[in-house]
């Protein structure tokens, strides 16, 4: 049984900096990607960034380019997101997720549905 929990969430000032942490187990870490997603209240879950095996390969949505920085340390299964400068439209319940496919197309990890495993979400508020 695959389990991912979240943690690193918290308030923070417009501006300022958190690293989430998603620790991983249930199976070997290194062979699949990882992904962060979000959901703000009364907004549909979105896509953060997604990370391939190895950490060689990333993607970010356009709203957190350039600010956000995803990272795994397969040593450790925990995978991170590093975000900085912060804004309020990031407040959010960050969640960390799993596939349990590997895909051969690195875009399809954009996608909620490519995603058979979810932590329980840790909440993240950006005061203005």
């Known amino acids: 049984q695959v389990q991912l929990v979240e943690s690193g969430g918290g308030l923070v000032q417009a501006g300022g900096s958190l690293r989430l942490s998603c620790a991983a187990s249930g199976r070997t870490f290194n062979n699949y990607a990882m992904g962060w997603f979000r959901q703000a209240p009364g907004k549909e879950r979105e896509f953060v960034a997604t990370?391939?095996?190895?950490?060689?390969?990333?993607l970010y949505a356009d709203s957190v380019k350039g600010r956000f920085t995803i990272s795994r340390d397969n040593a450790k299964n925990t995978v991170y997101l590093h975000m900085n400068s912060l804004k309020p439209e990031d407040t959010a319940v960050y969640y960390c997720?799993?596939?349990?496919?590997?895909?051969?197309?690195?875009?399809?990890?954009?996608?909620?549905?490519?995603?058979?495993?979810w932590g329980q979400g840790t909440q993240v508020t950006v005061s203005s």
């Open positions: 997720a799993a596939p349990n496919i590997v895909y051969s197309r690195g875009s399809h990890y954009s996608n909620d549905w490519a995603y058979a495993y």
């Open positions: 990370i391939n095996r190895s950490g060689g390969s990333t």
